[in-house]
């Protein structure tokens, strides 16, 4: 059984849905946001993860409608919690390179803006620092057209990429998440400690919002709060939840 061969017919069936994990914001730990995270339920292995799939659709280039299929997913969930009349939080969806790449990405997310009603605020992308230093200049332009649409940026596993941070400057981006990797030895290992505040204060600096990925511990939280770091996220809260899970979620912790 190839998983790459089935994809095209899995786009077509429907066969992939969105889990939400829950951002919060410190110190208060209420919810504020969520990233959707995409997984393919597959009619024989059940529940696929995306490191298996989503390298696949990015060889045969089927990463594209798969992508569209995503953020046009992640509108239409916003629209229904709004209609359902629930606080409007902020969702983020991961964009490939190669989508990144794509000629009319910009186009496309402003047509499914349009068709869905969302207010482009309450969406953001995630990108990392590999995909925007590939060109870094049409990078820029991008990033600048995206803006003009309304949407929020975010810099994903940050940390990890070689982004100069005059690029840094360069690139409106609102948001710096930093990589998890960071945050799993903070407390024990100083050297990461250390790291982490620099980063903190950096984007601090340069009027970013910071969020921490990969909180699993509460000693994470407190160091992190004490660093003046704005919103976390991690299995400590949640683990990526199917809509229904993490709607209830949401309206434990009013
Ligand atoms: O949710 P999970 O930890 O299994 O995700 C594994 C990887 O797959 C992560 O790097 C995540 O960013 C990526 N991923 C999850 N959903 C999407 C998606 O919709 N599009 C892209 N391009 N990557 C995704
Ligand atoms: O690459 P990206 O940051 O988009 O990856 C998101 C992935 O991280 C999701 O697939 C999710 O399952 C995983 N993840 C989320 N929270 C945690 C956590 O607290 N610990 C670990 N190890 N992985 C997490
Ligand atoms: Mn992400
Ligand atoms: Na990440």
């Keep these: 059984l190839t998983l790459g061969g089935g994809l095209r017919k899995a786009i077509e069936n429907e066969e992939f849905e969105l889990h939400y994990q829950p951002k919060v914001a ?3 730990e209420n919810v504020v946001g969520a990233e959707a995270l995409i997984r393919w339920n597959h009619p024989d292995l059940g529940m696929v993860s995306p490191d298996k799939f989503i390298p696949l659709a990015e060889e045969s280039g089927l990463i594209l409608p798969l992508g569209e299929w995503v953020i046009r997913r992640a509108c239409r969930q916003l629209q229904e919690w709004r209609e359902l009349g629930y606080p409007a939080i902020c969702l983020s969806v991961n964009l490939s390179s190669r989508q990144f790449m794509q000629a009319d990405l910009v186009d496309m997310v402003q047509g499914i803006l349009e068709e869905t009603g969302v207010d482009p605020a309450y969406l953001e992308l995630e990108l990392t620092e590999s995909m925007l230093m590939t060109d870094a ?20 596993d940050f940390g990890t990429g070689y982004s100069s941070l005059s690029y840094l400057k360069k690139f409106p981006i609102q948001t710096l998440k930093i990589d998890r990797s ?22 601090k600096s340069l009027n970013l919002k910071v969020i921490a990925e990969g909180v699993e511990h509460r000693s994470q939280v407190n160091a992190l ?23 209830q979620f949401m309206q434990k912790q009013v």
Aim: proline share 4%; hydrophobic share 40%.
């Design 26 to 28: 410190l110190p208060d």
């Design 182 to 203: 960071f945050i799993h030895d903070i407390g024990i290992d100083g050297d990461n400690d250390a790291i982490v505040k620099a980063t903190i204060a950096m984007a």
């Design 137 to 156: 200049k049409q990078s820029i332009e991008k990033l600048h057209s995206f803006r003009e649409l309304g949407l929020t940026l975010s810099i994903d």
């Design 225 to 247: 709060g004490g660093y003046d770091c704005q919103e976390v996220q991690g299995f400590l809260y949640s683990k990526p939840l199917p809509s229904d899970d993490f709607v």
